[in-house]
């Protein structure tokens, strides 16, 4: 689990950004009643990129 | 070959993640096998639905698992149940592929052959993932435990990796993402916070100046908070009024807004939903049991964890195996701590805080299988194992450690110049006891009675009609069938104890009577008239509804007029004694819809029927009991039977043929959860009933057949000794609400 390379800064950067725009989107369309695209889109937010963000963390 | 006494500072060896992840494929393949293919009582139907519809279960609400579910739902494969339940399936083999790594770092320091730790290792898993009330939750959605037992395992597996490395930013980003993810696993079930003070020790422990490092702490309150913030589905799905919206977490009445979203109302509904306040815990100072027999508890549920023996014919057995796997938790406990310190102090306090801190916690009244031989002590409605899980699974870690030490000992301790680990190593299959034991009792494969349970009884309720019921299983199977499966959602299920509640009869009151199916209904109402009812379920506003007071303190009996109907209620057959808002309310429904939409009270609320005084008025019409107008008259198809109400034996009959519970049951061939036994019951009495009539009808040859699977049922639910005369004060009583459902109910009057 140890993230013993660095890595790249642009990919650090793109993945802090996808989990921003997943949370984003996700809550978007929660708020506007969706049931399959927000729940989607907020577990890969919560379970996937939340987690790599934070391991990538510079 | 001496143990090395502490091991931090040394090299740490590569975790084989390939050989974990074949365990944990293992494990979700035994579960596969084991899987239930539908739904099951308790919480699964509701948990199932919550997750379907994207709704609110019952507080603190569980949002992740909502989350998770739905996605899981989406899954184009097998039914909607069927993904809900192998989510639990994943869950708890990624615990298992975890354990093993956990299990494999401690006995690192062991100078012996890579297998030998290998093979210890898969045993850890396998015994985690095959100890009953793990195995038991992961095949059936039940509650949302195998989730935060898949949290409890990533946790602990990263806290460990701290511990061996505590310096240098990737440790820093450890510590950040374990504070993440007990936010996060908190948002799935409050039990996620209980790792936290273990990795608080393990810190405190390894490398306490790791608290005073203040951007280090910023930066995992931080993410603990993110991982909180999963609660925000709770107030904005409630707005949109799903069917399921429990708590009913927003200040918003009609539609979602900024303005009553972030609104004080909203505020205080979210908050009680999370606290749980529904329930109204007593205090921890006042025991429901004493601590003595509170651990007694844990202690029944740890022997079933190595041989279930559900039937109770190997007592002895299970008990022996019970003080093994009690000791050799032990010798694992004293292992790790002389193998492994540095991880020791995070799963030491992990275990301790999931036994004893929780048996603590908890402060359950008497278990309800635990010592039959006390009369007149307060009960759990149910076994409560399940909220033991996380403890039966980290102590299986170090009951296979125990194992290993053991196994050691003989390896080394044989003649001859090498350690003797092949011809030693059967001992290892007192690890796999539980794999053998459980089976039988762990296994949902083929369980499919639940499902049919709730479509008997849904159509055993004439078209737009209202059916009340009593608790969780004659209540959260029906909601699976209406919003999973699209059964007769025309009928409004109305369930007594949430009726309790504000929010309940004000959702009820707002939702929309969906169209009668009549190509799918039952044959019987072809030639009824189904006219879609137009008006609400109470003729009072959202205003009215709730000023129904909690209770009224009347004790005496009353009359309660409805139309032509006149009834004597009898406070003193009541649940408390006085009418509750719950009763209140049910008398309310029947006086706004008598003779306007069929009335039906479920078979499972036992003396209801007769505390409401509307036995009179009833009349057994499969699994319910339909409330008339004007008082029952027999007829050759009407019948009187037991407790003043009559039977439709044509319309009973007419509906038997087409129930699927009896088959259900009779191939399943037994009923493990003995709490909810009263609903195989339920059909037993009807098969008998019905018998009676057709014999006196002279079709004895349909009266044999009925008896007939009266006595398969029975003998399927283990109940054949019920249906002897003299066992009528045995008879199973109505299945209760797994936890009190509102705190406005109130004590029975001094």
Known sequence: ?58 | MAMTAHSVGTAVPKPSYGLAALVGVGVLALYVLTLAPTTAMWDASEYITAAYTLGIAHPPGNPLFVLLGRVASLVPAGSVALRINALAAVCSAASAALWYLVAERVLAAWSSPRWTRMLASVIAAVLGATAFTVWNQSVVNEKVYTVSLAFFAVVSWLTVRWCDEPDGRPADRLLVLIAYLIGLGYTNHPAGLLVGPAVAVAILVRKPATLLRWKLVLAGVVALGVGLTPFALEPIRAAWHPVMNEGEPTGCTQHIGVACTFSKTTAVRLMANINRDQYGKPDLSLRQAPFDAQMGMWWLYFKWQWLRDARGTQPGMQTVFGLVFLVLGILGGVTHWRLERASFWFFGPLVITVTFALVYYMNFKYGASQSPELRDVAREVRDRDYFYLWSFSTWSVWAALGLATLWRTMATRMTGTAPRWLATSPVLLIGVIPLAGNWRDASRAGETATREWAHDLLNSVEPYGILVTMGDNDTFPLWYAQEVEGVRKDVTVAVTSLLNTDWYPRGLQHRAVAAYAAAKGPAAYRDLPALRPARPLFSLTDAELDAIPEYIDVRDPQVFQAGTLRAIVDPRQLDVGVPTRGDLMVLRLIKDNLGVRPIYLARTSGGYVQALGLAPYAVMQGLAFRINATPVVSSMDVLPSTGGVHVDVKRTRALWNGFGAPAAMIRRGDWVDRPSVGIPFVYITTALMLADAVMAQGDTAKAGRLRRTAIEVAEAARLLDLLLPEAAARQPTTPASDVPRSRVIPLKPR
Do not use: E, K
């Open chain 1, 1 to 58: 689990m140890r993230v013993r390379h660095v890595v790249p800064v642009r990919i650090a950067q793109v993945l802090c950004a996808s989990a921003a725009a997943a949370l984003l989107f996700g809550y978007t369309d929660l708020v506007l009643g969706g049931t399959t695209v927000a729940p989607l889109l907020l577990v890969a937010g919560y379970v996937v990129l939340v987690p790599a963000v934070i391991l990538t963390w510079r």
